[in-house]
């Protein structure tokens, strides 16, 4: 989401363990997927192209899972999330951003493109133990941690995967697990030392009823997250380039309404806003 836009509850206890919530807008780092209690947003206008907006072109998407769980008993769910990530690029759901372009400081100028999103550097399992509260600053020194043995690219989106035993954390904001549910995941960027862009997003574990959907497995909400916020950081990688009015991105403006959907290879992915249309879209 937006970095101007971010999502608090006030909630009220129910038989469900949640009740009604109320969003409200805030200063928010980062672009969020938010609880499915907020819903999309945006309206019917159609997403703007904001001048030398940054995206990228041609995109890779490094997983990073951190915690033991995720060589052990949540190998499985790790090994789905690689191979979503290995074939959602030249997916027609991926193809909706086709339409997009943008500024690209390696690739130049130009529309988006599918691509190979596993043919970026290897993923890493960090088998260490992450804190209970991952906050933003952990999130990037994970990364950073990666790239002490990897070469940095500058296409990529470093994805980090939290456990169950992990929540995400951005100021009084959390994922599922943490006190303050607003978010299910988010993108983001840094500064590097070379004065580069470096992309991210952390993906929490989707453990409660905000960011899950009835009938989808563990790995299918994450997928559906994934689809969001990988989307979301090649049309938007800096928040500079594509949102609408209101500052909601191409996937905001679509998210939880349509119900997210199983899709090309019994995957689970989210509907995606497409300007020629204006309106939300499965494929293109």
């Not at 004065?195 to 989808?216: L, T």
């Amino acid at each position: 989401m937006k970095k101007a836009l971010a999502i608090v509850f006030t909630a009220a206890l129910a038989a469900s363990a949640f009740a009604q919530e109320q969003a409200v807008e805030l200063n928010h780092a980062n672009h969020i997927t938010p609880s499915k209690y907020a819903g999309g947003g945006g309206g019917a206008g159609n997403l703007i192209y904001h001048t030398n907006g940054v995206v990228i072109r041609n995109a890779h998407v490094v997983c990073i899972f951190w915690g033991p769980s995720f060589t052990g008993a949540d190998a499985s769910y790790a090994s789905a999330m690689q191979s979503f990530r290995n074939q959602f690029g030249t997916t027609p759901e991926y193809n909706t951003i086709t339409q997009y372009y943008g500024a690209d400081p390696v690739s130049g100028y130009g529309n988006i493109a599918q691509s190979n999103l596993g043919g970026g550097t290897a993923d890493w399992f960090d088998t260490s133990t992450p804190p209970t509260n991952v906050t933003d600053a952990i999130v990037q020194s994970e990364v950073q941690k990666y790239l002490q043995t990897h070469a940095v690219d500058y296409n990529a989106i470093y994805e980090v995967f939290l456990p169950s035993s992990s929540y995400s954390s951005d100021g009084t904001s959390t994922s599922c697990g943490g006190p303050n549910l607003s978010y299910c995941a988010y993108h983001s960027h840094y500064v590097d030392g070379s004065g580069n862009n470096v992309k991210y997003s952390i993906e929490p574990w989707p453990g409660c009823s905000g960011c899950s959907v009835s009938g989808f497995t563990t790995a299918q909400n994450q997928e559906h997250f994934v689809c969001h916020e990988t989307r979301e950081a090649v049309t938007d990688a800096l928040g500079n380039a594509w949102f609408d009015r209101r500052g909601y991105e191409a996937d905001d403006k679509c998210a939880w309404s349509p119900t997210p959907f199983i899709g090309t290879g019994g995957y689970a992915y989210q509907y995606e806003w497409s300007n020629a249309v204006s309106g939300c879209v499965k494929t293109r």
